[in-house]
């Protein structure tokens, strides 16, 4: 791997390649495409949160002038899966805005009026709403086929799954603490919030190709889903990924491709659909509310002995809960030998949870490390140190099994320590918190094309949308391996008929895994460069360097020749063999895991519960940062998103399961004047497995401020509020409650 | 079911033709100020079509005047217009933060007193604040003009005395004397963007020893629609506005509130808060009145 | 229903457009005028991504109607640049690396743009507060208030 | 002989075992090995990710296994 002082523009901040794009309103969103005849759809949803669908008749907006085409759940193969009955309702709706039916119509406005005209017969049941009503005795069950862990010996239940890790004996470990304090956590759904909301467009000719443009977070999926709900091969399926307006895990699911394309086929018309915010709030991915319970015992001198976590997850209404990488985070931070953790996979009749950053972590870490914060506090210990005396470090094994290799806990921990926002004193009247971030991040496939002018300028044709600036990324490790200036390379995102297949931008895996398919296919046209010098210079391959973006003779080699630019190479490529391009695809293994620190310092407002955030400080650990700015930026991101969430965010549902907040006056994500400025430290500590050290970066930022905040409400206050988001009527109540 | 239909009239007579004309052909009609809250209801709550009627190009509903003892504000004039306007600023400052308050800056520059007065929602952030200092709606009938106290202007829960056929054209309001000031504050959950989970709006005049002469103060967010609390403006006449007075006049706002419990707050949390609010606005109009 | 036919001018340029009654200036903008550097988050006036400047005042393009902009000056996105290159704003927004999807920054540049017309020197909290009504989700803002403060600066230079 | 540890969701495909010692130097020759132990877990594995020796891998389908290597069945994991 290339040394730190060896790099040249890895670890430079230039401006994007797309940026003049989108700060000029150029750039192409999931809603910007306009095709000549082109319709528009819109989707009838379920004014019910659980009930038996009779009938739909469609008919009567198919009679409306203007209306083209109608679909519902008769148009699609019976066949299908969770995701096919997340998209149109089969048998049964599962939660209030569940897709029911499909009109398409000349206008916007016809499209809407047309919904109006669909009858649906529903048999109305009874909701489940929450993990207490799911686990109950006798409750009411979302799918009655369902069996807990696919045992079918046993009564039918709203619990999908459970998960369990243990190691050594927690009980003995407990036994040995001479401080134990535990606590139960809930945290609410919560929403990405995506500024984008859903769009597609699509299309169908004669012979059955269909063409979808949309904003994803990986258009292969598209195609395999696509295909899959609508039961043709993905070879009839082209899609190309607009720029995408955040996704943070939530577009990685289809909603409205499938049925913008049956709409086309029926109607013979290009079909878009946009949803509004209101659907983006009732219809896709929010994360999970969670129902945790951690408990955490430590000698004197902090040496923890145990811990335990139970971690319940709603699902929504399909099984899938990120219950799996909550357990397999909680305890992550730590080295331990005794722990048990347990966790449940719950159906509620809410949306189908979606990937929201780290799914599952948040949450977990959020219980977890409030505890470890008592604890620290039980001891009268430094929280920063009781986490270095526990820290996990390379050869630690993990609670999930393996052991780590390297790994940059302890280096966050000691910047941390030593960060003059820490070593400060707490502002008056203010509280600080701290809390550990972790998360495992990803690797997967991934293709890239390098492709070469004739002037030698270069082209990067990969398939990872770029949600935050990773065709910068890309050409900056392009650069780097080809020893050209970053600005002679630019990067396309290509369709899924023009680069090689590619996983979708999520789980922290693109400038890693695309990263690295890049940094090969430069190699690639390196090694044929050099063979066009050697041919140039009738000498062997191998006695050719690649020194600073030229190719010169080895030393010793004896040739009285001038180095050979790529552009050189590429003016001549004519005699040599023909045009350069260079390719890679890869299946990346060994992501490397991305741990952090952060605390903040906030204000109570006694009277009115009200938190005034005062200042924020992430540490991070990136492995290397291939461009410091958007690192910092996923990191004051994340920082932002995981605040909005601790303080305010959430999901508020009436008695009958309809959420009474499904918009942005009142699911309250932070605007500008809530917060202040984010500081950010970056720590390298780099990941072996990638030729310039990358580990991901984008998902670890949201783990460490639920818990952050509520530690630093904590030391504020003085006493716990274990129950987020910590919203102003909660916490006066709270104080109230404590002043007695 | 007829269809929307645009109309913007450019004098008070036309716009009040186009009410009724439109009413004789059984269409809906709707006044469009700033339509801030139209445009989102129309879309959301209640599609169904109507003719709007644009009083934005009327010359009376975009008046403003400050004299000698009388303000007129123009039902249509955007708040951030208002914001601009420093001698009005100084002359109401609370009615000034209260319209400030509505929204972000691009709200600002649509959103008008009117129309936030014809919304008509417990929360509206300037009804307090304008009952307060005495506003009386202005109002152009088709028999000719009448005058409603603000006060008595809302009569429920999105409702008011506007007939169908009728305009709000502005608001009066006494212009305050020197040792005169008027404060108004709200809680948001957020810094920004946020409806009122509670506000109160307190209006006060002392004279030269610092002693409440008079005081108005109105609570909003925490009743079907604002609640003039006159046993808070008790608390403060005859004392010198200080912490016990301000205490007793936040216990009865939290007295008279009879909020509900939704998803913005909940009885408890609006009936203290909005005590808190009455006690901290006081204090800022005392230290106005005062300087 | 019976169109309407709006004069406006927009980024400077006349345009005279057949619009529905209810449409908003958003929609026109974005279908009729081919003008999609204006964004769509929201159409409840909560998110700023459709900000625009009406007569040189700031606006949620989603809650004005297409008809309100008869005889109006309309200033998007499309207009900031001018034929010399990037305006201040959009040169910092990028130098900062001020957006990560972008799908906000029209809306923001709009936005910030306005404030420094009116406040050449506004310090943090006064940007804070101007730009609350524009959301982002994936910034925490932090660069986008540096990006505003280093054109301020800038601009007062060049002044 | 290498260590393989199967995480508490796999159990049922091991007849309750936590842990087993496999003769093998590769990935793939470990998972003939389980397959022929308890048929039909291959299916099973291939939707899950494993740690060798500490290194996740979501397909490890390649991988040579030391003679004293560590494998851990593990949750697949997904990202945001």
């Known amino acids: ?740 | 079911m007829g269809d929307y239909a645009y109309a913007a009239p450019t004098s008070l007579e036309e716009a009040l033709s186009v009410l009724e004309a439109q009413a004789n052909d059984g269409q809906r009609t709707q006044i469009l100020a700033g339509g801030t809250d139209v445009l989102v209801q129309m879309r959301s709550i209640d599609k169904e079509p109507r003719t709007l009627v644009d009083i934005k190009h009327i010359a009376e509903t975009n008046a403003l005047s400050i004299g000698a003892d009388e303000i007129f504000i123009g039902a249509a004039i955007p708040s951030a217009a208002l914001n601009e306007n420093d001698e009005l600023k100084g002359l109401l400052p609370g009615l000034i933060e209260a319209a400030d308050l509505i929204g972000s800056t691009q709200i600002q520059g649509r959103a008008t007193i009117g129309g936030n007065l014809c919304n008509s929602s417990p929360a509206g952030d300037t009804i307090p604040a304008l009952v307060v200092v005495s506003a009386v709606c202005v109002i152009a009938s088709p028999g000719g003009s009448r005058e409603v106290a603000v006060g008595d202007f809302v009569t429920g829960v999105g409702e008011n005395c506007l007939e169908s056929n009728e305009i709000l054209v502005g608001l009066k309001i006494p212009r305050p004397g020197n040792n005169s000031a008027d404060a108004y504050l709200r809680f948001i959950p957020r810094t920004e963007m946020d409806i009122a989970v509670a506000g109160a709006a307190v209006a006060l005049t002392l004279d030269e020893g610092g002693t409440c002469t008079s005081a108005r103060v109105a609570i909003g967010a925490v009743a079907p629609t604002v609640l003039l609390v006159e046993a808070a403006s008790a608390a403060l006449v005859g004392t010198k506005v200080d912490d016990d007075a301000l205490n007793a006049a936040a216990a009865a706002c939290s007295d008279a509130a009879s909020p509900i419990t939704d998803k913005r707050g909940t009885v408890e949390y609006r009936t203290k808060v909005v005590g808190v609010l009455c006690k901290r606005a006081g204090g800022i109009a005392r230290d106005r009145a005062s300087s | 229903m019976s169109k309407l036919h709006v004069t406006t001018s927009v980024n400077g340029q006349p345009e005279e457009v057949l619009c529905e009654p209810h449409q908003s200036l958003l929609d026109v903008l974005r279908d009729e005028l081919g003008l999609t550097g204006t964004k769509e988050g929201c159409s409840t006036g909560d998110c700023g991504a459709c900000s625009v400047t009406l007569d040189g005042r700031l606006v949620c393009s989603c809650l004005v109607l297409a008809a309100e902009a008869e005889g109006k000056e309309v200033g998007t996105i499309e207009g900031v640049a001018n034929p010399d290159g990037l305006h201040v704003l959009q040169q910092k927004f990028l130098e900062h690396a001020a957006l990560q999807c972008g799908i906000c920054t029209p809306g923001f540049i709009v936005a910030a743009k306005v404030l420094l017309e009116r406040d050449p020197n506004p310090d943090e909290t006064t940007i804070r507060y101007w730009l609350a009504g524009n959301l982002c989700r994936c910034t925490g803002y932090d660069k986008i208030i540096r990006a505003v403060q280093d054109a301020a600066t800038e601009l007062a230079h060049e002044a | ?80």
Request: aromatic share 6%; glycine share 10%; proline share 6%.
């Open chain 1, 1 to 740: 791997m290339a040394e730190a002082h060896d790099l040249k523009v890895i670890g430079t901040r230039p401006v994007r390649p797309d940026g003049v794009e989108k700060v000029t309103g150029r750039a192409n969103f999931g809603a910007d495409l306009h095709l000549p005849g082109m319709i528009h759809g819109k989707v009838l949803r379920s004014p019910y949160a659980h009930a038996r669908i009779k009938s739909v008749d469609v008919s009567g907006a198919l009679a409306m002038e203007g209306v083209l085409a109608a679909v519902c759940r008769s148009d699609f193969p019976e066949e299908t899966d969770d995701l096919g009955r997340n998209v149109i309702a089969r048998d049964k709706v599962l939660y209030h805005g569940h897709a029911v039916a499909a009109v398409a119509a000349t206008t916007p406005l016809l499209a809407e009026q047309a919904l109006d005209a669909i009858k649906v017969d529903y048999d109305v049941l009874e909701p489940v709403l929450s993990i207490d009503q799911a686990i109950a005795d006798g409750a009411t069950l979302v799918n009655e086929e369902m069996h807990t862990n696919g045992d079918a010996s046993q009564p039918a239940s709203n619990v999908a799954a459970i998960t369990k890790f243990e190691r050594g004996d927690a009980e003995k470990g407990f036994a040995e603490a001479d401080v134990v304090v535990e606590g139960e956590y809930r945290v609410p759904m919560a929403h990405q919030g995506y500024i984008e909301p859903h769009a597609c467009t699509a299309t169908i000719n004669e012979e059955g190709k269909i063409t979808v443009w949309c904003s994803t977070q990986g258009h292969f999926d598209v195609r395999t889903q696509t295909a899959a709900i609508l039961g043709t091969s993905i070879s009839k399926v082209k899609v190309i990924a607009s720029e995408i307006g955040g996704g943070f895990g939530g577009k990685l699911s289809v909603y409205l491709e499938p049925l913008a394309v049956k709409l086309s086929e029926l109607s013979n018309r290009p079909v878009r659909m946009v949803m509004n915010r209101e659907e983006v709030f009732r219809a896709t991915g929010p994360t999970s509310a969670t129902w945790c319970k951690a408990k955490v015992g430590a000698k004197k001198d902090g040496t923890i002995t145990a811990a335990t976590a139970w971690l319940a997850y709603e699902a929504g209404a399909f099984p899938g809960a990120p219950v799996g990488p909550g357990c397999m985070s909680v305890l992550a931070p730590y080295d331990l030998e005794n722990f048990s953790i347990e966790g449940l996979d719950v159906l509620v009749n809410k949306p189908k949870v979606a990937a929201y950053r780290a799914p599952g972590a948040p949450q977990a870490m959020h219980a977890m490390e409030c505890a470890i914060d008592d604890l620290a506090r039980e001891l009268g210990m430094d929280p920063i140190d009781l986490r270095l005396k526990n820290a996990a470090d390379e050869g630690t094994q993990a609670p999930y099994g393996p052991k780590f290799p390297a790994i940059g806990l302890k280096a966050c921990l000691e910047a941390a320590k030593a960060h003059p926002n820490y070593t400060s004193p707490v502002p008056e009247g203010c509280g600080r918190g701290v809390a550990c971030g972790f998360w495992f991040n990803i690797g997967m496939q991934s293709s890239a094309e390098v492709l070469i002018r004739e002037d030698g300028t270069v082209i990067i044709n990969e398939g990872s949308p770029d949600i935050g600036g990773s065709r910068a990324s890309m050409c900056l490790m392009a650069a780097e391996t080809l020893g050209i200036p970053y600005e002679r390379i630019n990067a396309h995102v290509a369709d899924t008929e023009s680069t090689g297949y590619c996983n979708m931008t999520g789980g922290s895996r693109t400038t890693f895994a695309t990263g690295m398919a890049v940094v090969q296919a430069c190699e690639d046209i390196i090694a044929q460069c050099k063979e066009r010098a050697a041919m140039t210079w009738d000498i062997d391959a191998d006695q050719v360097d690649w020194d600073d973006g030229q190719a010169v003779p080895k030393p010793g080699v004896n040739a009285d020749v001038d180095p050979l630019s790529l552009a050189d190479i590429a003016r001549a490529w004519g005699r040599t063999g023909g045009p350069i391009l260079g390719r890679a695809s890869v299946n990346a293994q060994g992501a490397g895991a991305g741990f952090s620190v952060n605390w903040t310092d906030l204000a109570v407002d006694r009277e009115t519960g009200k938190v005034d955030v005062k200042a924020y400080t992430a540490i991070q650990d990136a492995g290397r940062a291939i461009h410091p700015a958007y690192v910092e930026g996923q990191m004051q991101g994340g920082a932002a998103q995981g605040l909005g969430w601790a303080l305010n965010e959430e999901y508020i549902y009436d008695d009958n399961g309809v959420m009474e907040n499904a918009g942005f006056l009142d699911y309250r994500v932070p605007v500008a004047s809530d917060l202040p400025m984010i500081d950010t430290q970056i720590v390298e500590v780099p990941n072996p497995t990638h030729p310039y050290g990358v580990r991901g970066v984008g998902e670890t930022p949201i783990t460490a401020p639920l818990a952050a905040t509520s530690n630093a409400v904590c030391d504020a206050l003085g006493f716990r509020v274990s129950e987020l988001p910590m919203s102003p009527p909660r916490l006066l109540e709270a104080i109230d409650s404590q002043e007695g």
């Open chain 4, 1 to 80: 002989m290498i260590k393989v540890v199967f995480p508490d969701h796999l159990m049922p495909n091991t007849e309750g075992v936590r842990e087993t010692e496999v003769d093998c130097d590769s990935y793939r020759s470990l998972v003939r090995e389980l397959e022929r132990r308890w048929p039909g877990i291959e299916a099973v594995l291939a939707k899950t990710a494993v740690a060798i020796d500490g290194q996740i891998y979501q397909d490890a389908w390649l991988e040579t296994i030391g003679p004293s290597s560590e494998v851990f069945f593990m949750h697949r994991i997904e990202g945001g």
